[in-house]
C-alpha cells in the first residue's frame, strides 16, 4: 500500500522567462470556451502577436481614460485597418497534422460574438421610416459578427511536372503551402474583444499546449480570470459560470429571430466532475510538477439546507501555487497589472499543510468502524499517481493497518465521504506501516 511519488522538477530560469507569459483581454479569453485544445492555442498565439497593443495601452496611459469601450487597438488602427497577424505553421503543428489545423481553422472561422449596431427602418417598400418631425427612425439591431474577417492559408506558386520512376508517367505537383497563415481581425468587432474595461487576463501563451485535455486550459483562464475580480485564493462561483467557461453550458442565439437555444453537456453533477472538473483539476497537477502552470486548485460543493448530493448550489475554489507560482512572484514583484500575484505572496498554507487539514476534517466528520484505526494515522503527505491526487498516511500500528486493509467495505463507505466532503479531490489513500 505505497505510493511512488511523481518528484518535484526544480525551477530554473527557462521556467521564469518573463516571455512565456502574454496579457489577454478578458472578453478575448471568454472566446476560447467551445475550442479544442489545438484552437486554443492558435488563439492565444493570436494573442501573444498582439501584445504591441497592449503593452502601449498601458504605456500610453490609456489604462486612465474614462471611455466605453477601451480598447487596446488604438481607435486610428482599427479604422485604418489592423495589419494581419502572420503564424508560422511551423509553431503550431508537425507535417503530420495539417489536416487537424485546416479543421481547427474552420470552426475559429465561425467563431462570432454578438454586436450593437442602429440602422435605419424602412416600409414595406424599402422607404425610410419618417417620425412626426421628418426626423429618419432608427432601431438597435443586435447581430452575429465573426471575430476575424480573413483566415488564409496561402499557397506558393511553385507547381512542376516529374517522372514517376515506378509508372514512367508524367505527374502533375500541388503547389506547396507558404508555410504561414494569417488572421486578419474583423474591424467591426475589435473595440469589443480587445475592450480592457472588462480586464484582462495575464496567462502562459502556451497553455493549451501544455495541457492534455481540453478543459484544463479553459479552467486555468477562468481560474486566472476570478483571481482578478475576487483578489482571494478562495472564491464562490455558480455551477453554469464554470459550465460556461468550459463549454458545457452554451447558449446559441438566432440572427434573424433573436430566439437563444441552450446545450448542455453532462447534465448531471457526477458526469461533469468525472469527465471535465477532475481530468482538468489532475493535468493542472501534472503541469505544476513540471513548472508549466503558476498553480493548482481545489475545488468543494456546496449545499444550502438539507441537500447533501447532486447539483451543488455553489463551488468553492481554493487556488494553491505552484513552485513556478512562488518563485515567479519573487522573481516578478508586485505590479498593478499582475493582481493574482498578491494571492501567492499572501497565502500562508501550503499544499501539503492544506492536505493535512483536508485529511483531519475527514476522519473527524467520519462515523463507521474503521474511526479508531484512520484516528491514530499520522499524515504524511499528499501525492499523485495515474489516478490523482491521494492522501499518504503511516498507520500507528499493524493491528490499525490489517483492520483498514481487510474491511475494504468500510473503506468504500470512508472513501465516499471524501467524494461528498471534496468533491472527489482526493481519489485514494495509500498506508504505510513498518515494524520497529
Not at 178 to 191: L, Q, T
Not at 211 to 217: L, Q, R
Request: charged share 30%.
Amino acid at each position: 500500500m505505497t505510493e511512488k511519488n511523481k518528484k518535484q522538477q526544480p525551477v530554473t530560469p527557462r521556467d521564469l522567462d518573463k516571455r512565456r507569459w502574454i496579457k489577454t483581454p478578458v472578453v478575448y479569453a471568454q472566446q476560447v470556451a467551445t475550442l479544442n485544445r489545438m484552437q486554443q492555442d492558435v488563439m492565444f498565439m493570436v494573442s501573444q502577436r498582439m501584445q504591441n497593443y497592449i503593452e502601449g495601452f498601458f504605456n500610453d496611459g490609456r489604462d486612465q481614460l474614462d471611455k466605453t469601450p477601451n480598447p487596446a487597438i488604438p481607435d486610428d488602427v482599427i479604422r485604418s485597418g489592423i495589419p494581419p497577424v502572420r503564424l508560422m505553421l511551423s509553431d503550431l503543428v508537425d507535417k503530420y497534422h495539417y489536416g487537424r489545423l485546416v479543421e481547427a481553422l474552420k470552426d475559429i472561422r465561425d467563431l462570432s460574438i454578438r454586436t450593437k449596431s442602429v440602422e435605419q427602418m424602412t416600409d414595406a417598400d424599402g422607404h425610410p421610416l419618417l417620425d412626426k418631425k421628418g426626423q429618419p427612425v432608427r432601431k438597435q439591431v443586435l447581430k452575429l459578427t465573426p471575430v476575424f474577417s480573413q483566415i488564409v492559408i496561402p499557397e506558393l506558386d511553385t507547381s512542376f511536372s516529374f517522372v514517376d520512376r515506378q509508372t514512367g508517367n508524367w505527374v502533375e505537383s500541388v503547389n506547396y503551402k507558404a508555410g504561414y497563415v494569417d488572421f486578419k481581425i474583423n474591424p467591426y468587432v475589435a473595440g469589443v474583444i480587445f475592450d480592457m474595461n472588462h480586464g484582462f487576463v495575464e496567462h502562459l501563451a502556451r497553455i493549451a499546449k501544455y495541457s492534455k485535455t481540453d478543459a484544463a486550459s479553459k479552467i486555468y483562464i477562468f481560474i486566472k480570470t476570478k483571481i482578478f475580480v475576487f483578489h482571494s485564493n478562495k472564491f464562490r462561483v455558480s455551477v453554469l459560470d464554470v459550465k460556461r467557461a468550459t463549454g458545457h453550458y452554451i447558449v446559441s442565439y438566432n440572427d434573424v429571430t433573436d430566439m437563444e437555444a441552450v446545450t448542455e453537456k453532462y447534465p448531471r453533477w457526477n458526469d461533469y466532475c468525472n469527465y471535465v472538473l477532475n481530468p482538468a483539476q489532475r493535468d493542472l497537477d501534472r503541469l505544476a510538477l513540471i513548472n508549466d502552470t503558476e498553480f493548482t486548485f481545489r475545488y468543494r460543493p456546496l449545499y444550502k439546507g438539507t441537500k447533501k448530493r447532486g447539483l451543488p448550489d455553489e463551488l468553492e475554489f481554493t487556488v494553491y501555487p505552484s513552485e513556478l507560482g512562488k518563485e515567479r512572484t519573487k522573481s516578478k514583484g508586485k505590479t498593478p497589472q499582475a493582481v493574482e500575484q498578491d494571492l501567492f505572496a499572501a497565502d500562508p498554507k501550503s499544499r501539503q499543510e492544506m492536505g493535512r487539514q483536508d485529511w483531519q476534517h475527514l476522519v473527524d466528520a467520519y462515523k463507521g468502524p474503521l474511526k479508531d484505526a484512520l484516528s491514530r494515522c499520522r499524515f504524511l503527505n499528499v501525492g499523485s499517481d495515474e489516478a490523482g491526487t491521494c492522501f499518504n498516511v503511516f498507520f500507528a500500528t499493524e493491528e490499525d493497518y490489517m483492520t483498514v486493509k481487510k474491511n475494504q467495505r468500510a473503506f468504500r463507505e470512508f472513501m465516499r465521504l471524501c467524494y461528498k466532503s471534496f468533491g472527489q479531490t482526493y481519489q485514494n489513500v495509500y498506508g504505510q506501516y513498518r515494524k520497529v
